[in-house]
């Protein structure tokens, strides 16, 4: 069983701070991760992916990957009111994709 | 808008009705991806298709399940005899050929079984 495992939250921040989110995963053969933002009511839509092991930075965003703990994670730097949503990780095993259950993120103006 | 469009947005239907929904990926992407996501949960991989060949189908997958991609552009999901277990939202993705499968997700259709 292919699982991508995330703690479902709620997290709260205050604006401005740093939101960590964690994700691991289960299959070692698990090649690519990404990460989606869905907010309520809405469709997931992608924020990065990382597929190396080490950091990726874009804007506000830095995921990191390791590979040799199963463990991918995703910082957002400046936390803004809008980034206030569910956070998905995912992984890929060839054509298949699996998600985590969502971590739920409120950022307090 | 992702250039992803799936019709109808809601479906209400009474338990053993048949039901069908569509998804219109963005043009230029040949992989096609169908979901289903309750409540508190993230989305759950159904099924994927590259151009018109159905390549993978999760093994929970129930036999009133069918999916079709035509001519390798939209693509129909079915569910014949519904439960109210089948109640979700059903998304479509497409993507890109190439290494990372960078998904776009439709706004989903609502299924609510009575």
């Known amino acids: 069983q292919k699982e991508v495992e995330q703690n479902s939250g709620p997290l709260s921040v205050p604006e401005g701070a740093i939101a960590s989110l964690n994700c691991t995963y289960s299959?070692?053969?698990?090649?690519?991760f990404f990460w989606y933002r869905q907010y309520s009511g809405k469709s997931p839509e992608l924020i990065m992916f990382?597929?190396?092991?080490g950091d990726k930075e874009d804007g506000r965003f830095t995921a990191q990957l390791n590979k040799a703990s199963q463990y991918v994670s995703l910082l957002i730097r400046d936390s803004q009111p809008s980034d206030s949503a569910t956070y998905l990780c995912?992984?890929?095993?060839?054509?298949?994709?699996?998600f985590g259950t969502g971590t739920s993120l409120t950022v307090i103006p | 808008d992702t250039g992803v469009s799936q019709d109808p947005r809601h479906k209400i239907t009474k338990r053993g009705q048949n039901v069908t929904f569509r998804c219109d990926p963005i043009s230029e992407h040949n992989r096609l991806y169908w979901y289903r996501q309750t409540l508190g949960q993230g989305p759950e991989f159904l099924t994927y298709?590259?151009?018109?060949?159905?390549?993978?189908k999760s093994r929970l997958l129930s036999d009133r399940f069918s999916a079709e991609r035509p001519k390798g552009s939209f693509s129909t999901l079915e569910i014949q005899r519904t439960e109210q277990g089948d109640s979700a939202m059903y998304l479509c993705?497409?993507?890109?050929?190439?290494?990372?499968?960078?998904?776009?997700f439709g706004a989903g259709t609502r299924l609510s079984v009575l």
């Open positions: 993705a497409s993507a890109q050929g190439g290494d990372y499968s960078i998904q776009y």
């Open positions: 299959d070692r053969g698990s090649q690519s």
């Open positions: 990382i597929y190396s092991n």
């Open positions: 298709f590259q151009n018109e060949a159905q390549l993978e």
């Open positions: 995912a992984g890929n095993t060839g054509n298949q994709f699996y």
